[in-house]
T-cell receptor, first 111, second 115 residues
Framework: TQLLEQSPQFLSIQEGENLTVYCNSSSVFSSLQWYRQEPGEGPVLLVTVVTGGEVKKLKRLTFQFGDARKDSSLHITAAQPGDTGLYLCAYTGGGADGLTFGKGTHLIIQP | NAGVTQTPKFQVLKTGQSMTLQCAQDMNHNSMYWYRQDPGMGLRLIYYSASEGTTDKGEVPNGYNVSRLNKREFSLRLESAAPSQTSVYFC??????????????FGPGTRLLVL
C-alpha cells in the first residue's frame, strides 16, 4: 500500500489568513483527490488532479499536483470559518483498491 | 435524490453481539464500499463490491462480512462485535471501480460503540 503523508496534522488560524496543507508520498500516482469532511458527515470530493504540475482553483482554494505526481498541496486564501473541517487527500489505485486516504489535516478557522 | 443513506446513525453493542449496518444508494452506481474511520488512522477500506453479486476484501476485512443484496444495497455485518470495532463506519458508492478521477459519494456514517 502506498503511503500518503499529510501535514500539518492540525492547524488553527484566524479568519482572513492564508494557509497551505500538504499531501506527500514517495510513490507516483496517476491521480490524487482532495476531500473535505465536516463534523458528523461523510467526506465530500473537492477536486481530482491528474496531470503533473496541474493547478486547479475552486473559489479561494487552489490545488496543485506536483510535477513528478508524488505530492499535492491545497492553498486557501483569506480563510473563513466555513472552511473549518478535515481535509483528506486520497489516491485511486483502481482495480481492487478502492480509495486509500491520508490521515488528514484538521483545520480550524477562528472568527 | 437522497444519495447514499446509512442506518442506523448510532449504535451501542456489547462485546459478542451481532449487528448489520445498512447502506443504500439511489444513483444507479455499480461500485459500493465500506470504510471505517478511527482517530489517528484515517479512513480505511473494509470491503468493496464492484458490481451486484461480487464482493472483495479491502485493507481491514477481519471480523466483518458483507452482502451486496442488489444494485442499490450493500450491508456490513459484525458477527461477534469486539471493542476494537468501535469506530465510525462510512458507506460510499461510485459509478465504476475507483479509477483515475472517479468520484466516490459517501453516506453520513454510522457511529458504533462496542462495550
Amino acid at each position: 500500500t502506498q503511503l500518503l503523508e499529510q501535514s500539518p496534522q492540525f492547524l488553527s488560524i484566524q479568519e482572513g489568513e492564508n494557509l497551505t496543507v500538504y499531501c506527500n508520498s514517495s510513490s507516483v500516482f496517476s491521480s490524487l483527490q482532495w476531500y473535505r469532511q465536516e463534523p458528523g458527515e461523510g467526506p465530500v470530493l473537492l477536486v481530482t488532479v491528474v496531470t503533473g504540475g496541474e493547478v486547479k482553483k475552486l473559489k479561494r482554494l487552489t490545488f496543485q499536483f506536483g510535477d513528478a505526481r508524488k505530492d499535492s498541496s491545497l492553498h486557501i486564501t483569506a480563510a473563513q470559518p466555513g472552511d473549518t473541517g478535515l481535509y483528506l487527500c486520497a489516491y485511486t489505485g483502481g482495480g481492487a483498491d478502492g480509495l486509500t486516504f491520508g490521515k488528514g489535516t484538521h483545520l480550524i478557522i477562528q472568527p | 435524490n437522497a444519495g447514499v443513506t446509512q442506518t442506523p446513525k448510532f449504535q451501542v453493542l456489547k462485546t459478542g453481539q451481532s449487528m448489520t449496518l445498512q447502506c443504500a444508494q439511489d444513483m444507479n452506481h455499480n461500485s459500493m464500499y465500506w470504510y471505517r474511520q478511527d482517530p489517528g488512522m484515517g479512513l480505511r477500506l473494509i470491503y468493496y463490491s464492484a458490481s451486484e453479486g461480487t464482493t472483495d476484501k479491502g485493507e481491514v476485512p477481519n471480523g466483518y462480512n458483507v452482502s451486496r443484496l442488489n444494485k442499490r444495497e450493500f450491508s456490513l455485518r459484525l458477527e461477534s462485535a469486539a471493542p476494537s470495532q468501535t469506530s465510525v463506519y462510512f458507506c460510499a458508492s461510485s459509478g465504476r471501480l475507483a479509477g483515475a478521477g472517479e468520484t466516490q459519494y459517501f453516506g453520513p456514517g454510522t457511529r458504533l460503540l462496542v462495550l
